[in-house]
C-alpha cells in the first residue's frame, strides 16, 4: 500500500535569454500547463541565477518546483 502523503518532486529552470530581456508570461504559461497536462501541480516559483547555455554566467532565471502524488 502507498504512503498518501508521498510525493515525486521535479525542479525546472526557466530563462528567457542571455541578454536580459523580460520573461515571457505566455512562454511560462505554456510551460506551466504542458507539466499539467502530465499531472504535476505547481508547488513554488523562485527566482533564481540559472545557468545560461553558453558562457561563464548566469542569469536572471525561474525555478519552477511541481509535485505530484507518488503512484
Known amino acids: 500500500m502507498s504512503n498518501p502523503y508521498s ?3 521535479k525542479v525546472v529552470s526557466f530563462r528567457e535569454s542571455l541578454i ?3 520573461l515571457d508570461s505566455d ?3 505554456k510551460v506551466l500547463n504542458k ?3 502530465d499531472g504535476w501541480g505547481l508547488k ?5 541565477d540559472v545557468k545560461g ?3 561563464p554566467g548566469a542569469v536572471e ?3 519552477l ?3 505530484r502524488p507518488r503512484g
Open 7 to 9: 510525493f515525486d518532486y
Open 20 to 22: 536580459g530581456d523580460a
Open 27 to 29: 512562454k511560462l504559461e
Open 35 to 37: 507539466h499539467a497536462e
Open 44 to 48: 513554488t516559483i523562485t527566482s533564481a
Open 53 to 55: 547555455r553558453i558562457g
Open 61 to 63: 532565471g525561474l525555478l
Open 65 to 67: 518546483t511541481f509535485e
